[in-house]
């Protein structure tokens, strides 16, 4: 049985199923009981493996959100967690790897209202951890100049969290591009993207897109490639890091 077939008989992404048997994320007892009746395994076999997923399942700090974090967003979380490299771009908003608390409070708060507020917050800075830990994810952001001007939170706030940017730039994994409206129309006006690889070089990378009620993960390795050139058109045309670091320190003492 192909991993098409299967994934679309457990009703699960291809991306999902595959990392699942490389034990790059944990399985769920009652997708063990899917595949298990998918795979025909019955018996002691099957009730030894249930038993094995109820007691050694292994649980990414994310899943202590599930309450807040929707499951199609918990996958990306998982992803971003196993990435060697992202790649991103934003129009309107800082991606969630660069935001200060107060920043996703407000991003939250006017995307979904105040339930679970906190906590959400609290994931989105756990998130951030890929960034400073031993073996740190190397991150590149293309922004829209929109991002640096939309006044999310106030002054006080947007001031805070630019220079906030700007002291994340200058770490030797970030890489941080202003795309200005000086440089006029663009291939990926309509699409912002994330673009995440993985160290084990035969992991394939996946292209991930989302909005508020869902996520997909697109792993077909000509859009991948596609995105992956519109990334490095969108750097070229942008401001270099330097360039980008003088606008993010400008932005931010217009709101001071």
């Known amino acids: 049985m192909t991993l098409d077939v299967a994934a679309r008989q457990l009703d699960m992404s291809k991306s999902n199923l595959s990392r699942i048997e490389t034990a790059q994320i944990g399985i769920k007892p009652r997708d063990v009981r899917a595949a298990l009746a998918l795979y025909q395994v019955t018996g002691a076999d099957a009730d030894a493996l249930i038993e094995i997923a109820r007691g050694a399942q292994q649980r990414g700090w994310w899943q202590n959100y599930s309450d807040v974090l929707p499951e199609w967003f918990e996958f990306y979380v998982g992803l971003e967690a196993e990435a060697a490299t992202v790649r991103t771009y934003e129009a309107e908003s800082v991606p969630g790897l660069l935001q200060t608390e107060a920043y996703a409070r407000e991003i939250y708060r006017i995307t979904a209202g105040e339930d679970g507020i906190e906590r959400k917050v609290a994931a989105r800075l756990h998130r951030q951890d890929v960034l400073h830990r031993d073996s740190p994810v190397r991150l590149s952001v293309v922004?829209?100049?929109?991002?640096?001007?939309?006044?999310?939170?106030g002054p006080a706030v947007m001031a805070a969290q630019l220079s906030h940017m700007a002291?994340?730039?200058?770490?030797?994994?970030?890489?941080?591009?202003?795309?200005?409206f000086s440089a006029g129309g663009h291939p990926a006006m309509s699409t912002p993207y994330v673009i995440l690889s993985f160290p084990d070089a035969a992991d394939a990378s996946v292209v991930y897109l989302d909005n508020l009620t869902m996520g997909l993960?697109?792993?077909?390795?000509?859009?991948?490639?596609?995105?992956?050139?519109?990334?490095?058109?969108?750097?070229?045309?942008?401001?270099?890091?330097?360039?980008?670091?003088?606008?993010?320190?400008q932005a931010s003492r217009n709101f001071a």
């Open 217 to 249: 993960a697109l792993e077909d390795v000509a859009q991948v490639h596609g995105y992956s050139l519109l990334h490095e058109e969108l750097c070229r045309m942008a401001l270099d890091p330097a360039a980008s670091l003088t606008r993010l320190e």
């Open 167 to 180: 002291r994340l730039a200058q770490l030797p994994n970030v890489t941080i591009h202003v795309l200005p």
């Open 143 to 153: 922004l829209n100049e929109a991002v640096l001007l939309r006044a999310v939170g």
